[in-house]
């Protein structure tokens, strides 16, 4: 097992890896594995962890691998907490994020530390995300990348171009835009977007995202059908809020998309309700969650709202 402050002749900054977690221990530990079975391995492993139990998962693979893994326990929900609270604690300015249900290629360390370190100062670096084989008949991973090629982009485009299950940036960058909205993202009301919302910040703010289909990670296929439709309905509802927030934004403003979304879905939906009524059901639980989603966010959220990562005082987090 080999280090990450160097990759042959040149030399990187130390990176702390960042997992978050939660009542996974399974897909963690598989996820663990893939990480430190690689080729390079980042400096620091931070996984935190805010499951109701803890098994000793952790524990047991950072002594057999005899490297660096910190397993912090968070009484918070959501994934948006864990991520900013990881940045907080970490050991390095450089910063590596996967999800718990991801498994990286052997080199997938070594190909995004170099898309970093060659991109424009505070850009953020996001990799290719495939998914693996069903593992169950009929399962399923969602967020996935499709026709995904090496691209610099600069302003918001009208789609989603960042995948925080895959990606890389300096604490500062996430500090300058004030991290991960902590009111969207899995565990909370509107449980999806976090990493759009961070995008349109990022993006509308001058920061550039680059995508590197060389950093190659796998999103496990493990979710059953029967999970699909709820699913929907909690991306619906994530990506209506995010759409909302930004409604208004001088730059990039969401409005012509939330709309268009509407228009698109609800054509999709009468299609498929003429000749096969059972598939438009995922349609309709996106369309549905899209729209309440966004409704409820100018409803009740559209206070603006700052959410530091770094801190000296951790009570001030959030």
């Known amino acids: 097992m080999t280090s990450d402050r160097s990759t042959g002749d040149e030399p990187f900054e130390p990176a702390t890896l960042i997992i978050p977690t939660r009542d996974r221990p399974g897909l963690l530990a598989a996820s663990l594995r ?3 079975d690689a080729e390079l391995v980042p400096d620091e492993i931070l996984v935190v962890d805010q499951s109701t139990t803890c098994d000793g998962t952790v524990e047991r693979l950072a002594a057999a691998a005899d490297h660096p893994i910190r397993h912090i326990h968070e009484s918070s929900a959501g994934v948006s907490r864990g991520r900013n609270v990881g940045a907080r604690l970490a050991m390095h300015e450089v910063l590596l994020f996967i ?7 052997r080199g997938w360390c070594r190909v995004i530390r170099v898309a970093l370190a060659a991109a424009p100062d505070h850009a953020v670096v996001t990799g290719r995300l495939e998914a693996t084989e069903p593992e169950q008949p009929g399962a399923f991973a ?3 990348t499709a026709n995904f090629s090496r691209h610099t982009y600069t302003e918001p485009i009208g789609i989603d171009v960042l995948y925080s299950g895959n990606m890389a940036m300096r604490r500062l960058t996430l500090r300058t835009v004030g991290g991960f ?8 009301s509107y449980p999806a977007a976090e990493d759009n919302d961070l995008a349109h910040r990022l993006l509308t703010s001058g920061v550039a995202i680059v995508s590197e289909p060389d950093a190659l990670a796998h999103h496990r296929a493990w979710r059953p059908a029967s999970a699909l439709l709820p699913l929907r309905w909690r991306y619906g509802r994530g990506q209506g809020a995010f759409l909302a927030k930004h409604l208004t934004d001088q730059r990039g403003s969401t409005g012509p998309r939330l ?6 879905y609800a054509r999709r939906i009468a299609r498929a309700g003429r000749e096969r009524p059972a598939a438009a059901l995922p349609d309709l639980a996106y369309l549905l969650g899209l729209v309440i989603g966004a409704v409820q966010w100018i409803l009740c959220e559209r206070v603006p709202r700052r959410f530091p990562v770094v801190t000296d005082d951790p009570s001030r987090q959030e």
Do not use: A, F, M, Y
Not at 99 to 105: K, R, T, W, Y
Not at 182 to 187: D, M, T, W, Y
Not at 259 to 264: D, F, K, L, N, T
């Open 34 to 36: 893939s990480v430190l």
């Open 99 to 105: 999800d718990d249900d991801v498994l990286v290629e």
């Open 142 to 144: 969602p967020s996935t």
């Open 181 to 188: 909205d902590v009111r969207l993202g899995p565990g909370t």
């Open 259 to 264: 709309g268009s979304q509407i228009v698109r």
